[in-house]
T-cell receptor, first 110, second 114 residues
C-alpha cells in the first residue's frame, strides 16, 4: 500500500521557475526520501530527511519535513529542461519498509 | 562501480511461459530489493534480502513468483507461469544499510506478457 501521496499529480512550469511538490503520509516515519525518475529509467535518490530534521538542501533542491502535519515538500529552484521527470516521495515507517507514493510528473518548458 | 545491473532490459513472452529476471547489486551492499512498477499500483515492494537471506516476501503476489539470491552478487526473480497481469517494469535496488539509507536502483526490466 502507498504510504505517501504526492500533490500535485502533474506540474508544468517554464524554465527558470521554481517547482514545488508536496507529500503527505499517514503514519509516523523514521525517514522520508525523495527520488527522481526520468522516462524509461530507474529511480535516482535525491535527498533523505530524518524524522528529527526539518529542512535539508542539496544544490537546487530544498526539502522540508513537518512531522506534526505528516507532510514534506520538495522545492526545485531555477528549473531546467533536464529536471523534467517524475518525482516520488518514499517513507520508512515502523514496518521498516520503504513505501513510495504515486509521484508528481514535472514538465519544464523551454 | 557500474551500479545495479539488471537483465534483460526488455522481455516479451507469452502467457504460461517462465520468465527469469536477473540482478547484480552494487558490490558491498548487503540489502537487495525487488520492486514492481505499474500505472495502476505504482511502486510495490515484492521482496527484500539481507546478506542473501530473504527477509520479507509478503509483497510477492502469488506462488507463481519466486526470488533467490544464491550469492552476494546475484539475484533472480522468476515468474512461472507468467500471466498478462504480470506485465510491468521490475526494478532491483540495493543499499548498504537497508531502509535507513538511500537505495540505488537498476534501470529495470520492462516485462510484457501477451
Amino acid at each position: 500500500s502507498q504510504q505517501g501521496e504526492e500533490d500535485p499529480q502533474a506540474l508544468s512550469i517554464q524554465e527558470g521557475e521554481n517547482a514545488t511538490m508536496n507529500c503527505s503520509y499517514k503514519t509516523s516515519i523514521n525517514n522520508l526520501q525523495w527520488y527522481r525518475q526520468n522516462s524509461g529509467r530507474g529511480l535516482v535518490h535525491l535527498i533523505l530527511i530524518r524524522s528529527n530534521e526539518r529542512e535539508k538542501h542539496s544544490g537546487r533542491l530544498r526539502v522540508t519535513l513537518d512531522t506534526s502535519k505528516k507532510s514534506s515538500s520538495l522545492l526545485i529552484t531555477a528549473s531546467r529542461a533536464a529536471d523534467t521527470a517524475s518525482y516520488f516521495c518514499a517513507t520508512e515507517a515502523n514496518d521498516y519498509k520503504l513505501s513510495f507514493g504515486a509521484g508528481t510528473t514535472v514538465t519544464v518548458r523551454a | 562501480d557500474a551500479g545495479v545491473i539488471q537483465s534483460p532490459r526488455h522481455e516479451v513472452t507469452e502467457m504460461g511461459q517462465e520468465v527469469t529476471l536477473r540482478c547484480k547489486p552494487i558490490s558491498g551492499h548487503d540489502y537487495l530489493f525487488w520492486y514492481r512498477q505499474t500505472m495502476m499500483r505504482g511502486l510495490e515492494l515484492l521482496i527484500y534480502f539481507n546478506n542473501n537471506v530473504p527477509i520479507d516476501d509478503s509483497g510477492m503476489p502469488e506462488d507463481r513468483f519466486s526470488a533467490k539470491m544464491p550469492n552476494a552478487s546475484f539475484s533472480t526473480l522468476k515468474i512461472q507461469p507468467s500471466e498478462p497481469r504480470d506485465s510491468a517494469v521490475y526494478f532491483c535496488a540495493s543499499s548498504s544499510r537497508g531502509w535507513d539509507e538511500k537505495l540505488f536502483f537498476g534501470s529495470g526490466t520492462q516485462l510484457s506478457v501477451l
